[in-house]
Nanobody, 122 residues
């Protein structure tokens, strides 16, 4: 019923930039928080950034000042602008979207994107 599609990953040189997009579609009544996680080979998945429905953002210390999370509610899309990329940013990036139900008495569900590979290498 709910589909989440990521795009924007790829290969970039150190110091370069990428913008990831994550769009939700399907049976969606409302969207609450959205966020990005990443998982590098051999490492635990970590939280990268979040944004609430009110626009409040949080960032991991490792990306603060370099990454910016934003959202377009009309497009049901969350973005991650990544600047000054470093090799240790290499990971599979996953978006997550908290989807609300028609009844506010029902708890929202988290939906995850399929993941998009970001590789930072010269």
């Amino acid at each position: 019923q709910v589909h989440v599609v990521e795009s924007g990953g790829g290969l970039v040189q150190p110091g370069g930039s990428l913008r990831l997009s994550c769009a939700a579609s399907g049976s969606i009544f409302s969207i609450y928080d959205m966020g990005w996680h990443r998982q590098a080979p051999g490492k635990q998945r970590e939280l990268v950034a979040t944004i609430t429905s009110g626009g409040t953002t949080t960032y991991a210390d490792s990306v603060k000042g370099r990454f910016t999370i934003s959202r377009d509610n009309a497009k049901r899309t969350v973005y991650l602008q990544m600047n000054s990329l470093r090799p240790d940013d290499t990971a599979v990036y996953y978006c997550v979207i908290k989807v609300g139900r028609k009844s506010l008495l029902q708890p929202p569900d988290d939906y995850w994107g399929q993941g998009t590979q970001v590789t930072v290498s010269s």
